[in-house]
């Protein structure tokens, strides 16, 4: 397990460690998509991860989903956005911002302008979402035009400018778990007949397209992106070709010279060692629900650089001090996970904090 705590170079940073907090939306912005109050203390808890992955943020009105997610498109978000990563570095921690356009996975309720969602076609996701009336039915979404197929890629563009102006150290684009750029890849979300639509090349050509501009704005070395290949929630549905989608995708990626890949991996190994081989920048690697005394094991086999973990830094300030330690863990509580107060999110104890009480 030692190699985890040794610092590994990402893209233009050097990292403390190959321990990462992976993104997770604890939906305590304000309404305009302002982060809140205490995401700066909450992010800052957790600094000595070796890079923070901060929650999916959308990077345009259209790009909400859920409720009180934050936003990295305005002035009030860059200097709400200022605080944390001023927070993160005063600690000695990295802070990226993820990029999420939540796509169809979106209620009207939800959002600033109040209009449906919008997706690569007209299919709804076939689930419900909870919203500021309760749990609701997804609307069936509007199909995008090409058109502004092109300007989503330029809001892309503009909230990683953003997030660079906010002192973000990089952003990673969501290409996970059945938003947006992921509704492109699957015939399930998208039977468009334009570039965007068919073929692997063309249903993979929205998130090429958005690495690349967004490479442009800030550099590759600042630039990273999520996929989880095999995803089949919320209508989504990959098809055969799937895989063959992914090392396609993979291959034409790491051509860009990003900072890393983050993948959530679903459970095919062929196709995650099929990635790792072509794939020459820094991997981070995610196991949902992954057994404590598993930790390390990817870095250490060579199979990852880095590994995520959500729910245990959720629960886990000090979660690096804890492994060095061998010491126990909190508990995620599941309660705390979306909206409310500093209940559930800043108040998780250190070890000394618990071991004093
Ligand atoms: C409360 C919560 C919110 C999440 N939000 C996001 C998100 O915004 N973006 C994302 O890519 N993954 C999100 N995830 C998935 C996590 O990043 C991670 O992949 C997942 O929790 C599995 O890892 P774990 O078993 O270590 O928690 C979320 C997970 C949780 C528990």
């Known amino acids: ?6 610092p590994v170079r990402v893209g233009r940073h050097t990292l403390q460690n190959r321990l990462v907090m992976a993104p997770m939306t604890r939906s305590r912005a304000q309404f305009d998509g302002t982060p809140g109050e205490l ?9 000595s991860a070796g890079l923070i992955v901060a929650e999916g943020t959308q990077p345009s009105d259209d790009g909400q989903g859920y409720l009180t997610t934050p936003g990295i498109y305005t002035d009030a978000h860059v200097a709400g956005w200022k605080r944390t990563t001023d927070a993160v570095h005063a600690k000695g921690g990295r802070i990226f911002i993820q990029l999420m356009h939540a796509g169809r996975m979106s209620h009207p309720d939800n959002t600033p302008h109040h209009r449906e969602g919008v997706a690569p076609s007209a299919i709804a996701p076939g689930t419900g979402m909870f919203t500021a009336k309760g749990m ?19 809001d892309f563009r ?11 150290d990089g952003v990673e684009i969501h290409g996970a778990n059945a938003y947006l750029i992921q509704q492109f890849f699957a015939p399930s979300a998208n039977t468009r007949t334009d570039a965007y639509g068919g073929s692997i090349e063309n249903r ?11 490479a442009e704005e800030i550099g590759a070395d600042r630039t990273a992106i999520r996929l989880s290949p095999g995803t089949t929630m919320w209508g989504i549905d990959e098809g055969d070709e799937g895989p063959d989608l992914y090392r396609y995708l993979v291959a034409e990626l790491d051509k860009l010279g990003l900072a890393y890949l983050h993948i959530m991996h679903q459970g095919n190994d062929p196709l995650l060692a099929d990635i790792r081989k072509r794939w020459k920048g820094s991997l981070i690697l995610n196991r949902p629900g992954r057994p404590r005394e598993q930790i390390g094991a990817d870095v250490a086999s060579g199979l990852a650089d880095l590994e995520s973990y ?6 886990n300030p000090d979660f690096v001090d804890r492994l060095k330690a061998n010491a126990p863990m909190n508990e995620a509580d599941r309660n705390g996970f979306f909206g409310g107060t500093a209940q559930g999110y800043t108040d998780y104890p250190t070890l000394s904090e618990t071991r004093a009480a």
């Open 310 to 315: 959500g729910q245990m830094t959720l629960a």
């Open 136 to 154: 609701q039915d997804i609307p069936v979404p509007r199909a995008l035009t090409t058109a502004e197929v092109h300007r989503t890629v330029q």
């Open 204 to 214: 993979t050509r929205f998130a090429i397209e958005v690495a690349t501009a967004i």
């Open 158 to 168: 503009h909230a990683a400018r953003r997030a660079v102006e906010a002192g973000a």
């Open 39 to 47: 995401a700066a203390e909450y992010y800052a808890q957790r600094a």
């Open 1 to 6: 397990m030692s190699k985890l705590f040794d």
